[in-house]
């Protein structure tokens, strides 16, 4: 025989994969919190709405989404997801796909790529993750500081978008100073090859600048839907966050040509420095070949050599390579090398 407690929870299991979740109640009172052993029968609230963050790791999410009431069969998919591009869709008066954000690590914050998939509703706003993601633990935060400016689900959407903004600047203004010490070490007078350090930056910034024009592009198709596929209030934030958005993009197009141009500087000063290694060693072979010839003429095994029988041939064999290495000289003066 099973415990009371035992069948209670047989026939109303907790939400798997649950990381957290808010109850936002109507007018100006706080929203709650869930505990994390919520359960399913907890999500039955009759005002206000509701934000679910779940981890997809926990393999029951897919079946519990399956059964979750308004979410359509292309919802579902979006939520449940592994693909790794963005997408913003609107269908019914409903919104759902894939943004981009910033993994984190459980003591530090990394610049690697993660994927957050969300839906939206007039009720409830369902985000997904496998990885712990930058943009949304501040939305959290945000939301346990000020609950009451969240009207509606797609106040909290609008929040998502916007920290993802505010955390791609501040990757901006990492690699901004990043890039300012190798900007010194470069137009230092001890040329340094920096294209080491540089090279990582570039890449950063162009996988920034790639998932960013991405998602301005979808935000843009999806203001421009019609209204009856518009949820209420999507028009007005999608158009605050494009202007967001925009911004952010500018500065990192700004970030990229530098970067850009900084490479190319650290190819020029390298270039310049190998035709100066290239030029001294030049003039060396210039200036050791005729003393070359002289010695390999007078070191010939042949009879009737030059100063052959004479005590001084040596010092007059010095002599000619001296003379040699001033004709030498005197050409490349006259010729403009020099």
């Known amino acids: ?99 981009v954000d910033f993994q984190r690590e459980f003591d530090s914050e990394t610049r690697d790529i993660g994927w957050l998939h969300f839906f939206v509703s007039d009720r409830v706003i369902i985000t997904t993750r496998l990885q712990p993601l930058r943009s949304i633990d501040r939305v959290r935060a945000a939301i346990e500081k000020n609950a009451s400016r969240y009207k509606k689900p797609i106040d909290v959407f609008e929040t998502l978008v916007a920290e993802f903004q505010r955390t791609l600047i501040a990757l901006v203004m990492e690699l901004t100073e990043e890039m300012n010490i190798i900007e010194d070490f470069v137009y230092d007078n001890t040329p340094r090859d920096e294209r080491r350090r540089l090279a990582p930056i570039r890449r950063t910034v162009v996988r920034l600048h790639r998932h960013l024009r991405t998602v301005l592009t979808l935000l843009r198709r999806a203001a421009a839907t019609d209204d009856d596929e518009m949820p209420p209030g999507f028009d007005d934030a999608a158009s605050r966050l494009i202007g967001r958005l925009e911004a952010a993009d500018h500065d990192v197009y700004a970030l990229q040509e530098r970067a850009r141009l900084l490479h190319e500087e650290i190819d020029s000063k390298l270039s310049s420095e190998t035709n100066r290694h290239l030029y001294i060693l030049s003039l060396m072979t210039a200036f050791l070949l005729p003393p070359t010839l002289v010695t390999g003429f007078f070191g010939m095994n042949t009879a009737s050599l030059p100063f052959e029988g004479n005590g001084s041939g040596t010092a007059y064999a010095f002599g000619l390579i001296v003379i040699s290495v001033l004709a030498a000289w005197w050409l490349l003066k006259r010729t403009g090398i020099l």
């Open 1 to 99: 025989m099973l415990s009371d407690s035992s069948a209670m929870s047989l026939m109303n299991p907790a939400i798997p994969g649950l990381v957290w979740a808010y109850h936002f109640h109507p007018g100006a009172a706080p929203c709650t919190r869930l505990p994390l052993d919520a359960a399913r029968s907890d999500l039955e609230v009759g005002d206000g709405f509701l934000w679910l963050h779940l981890n997809l790791v926990d393999s029951r999410v897919n079946a519990f989404l399956e059964n979750f009431p308004g979410l359509t069969p292309p919802a579902i998919a979006a939520l449940t997801t592994h693909d790794t591009h963005a997408a913003v869709t609107l269908d019914e008066q409903l919104v759902y796909g894939t943004l």
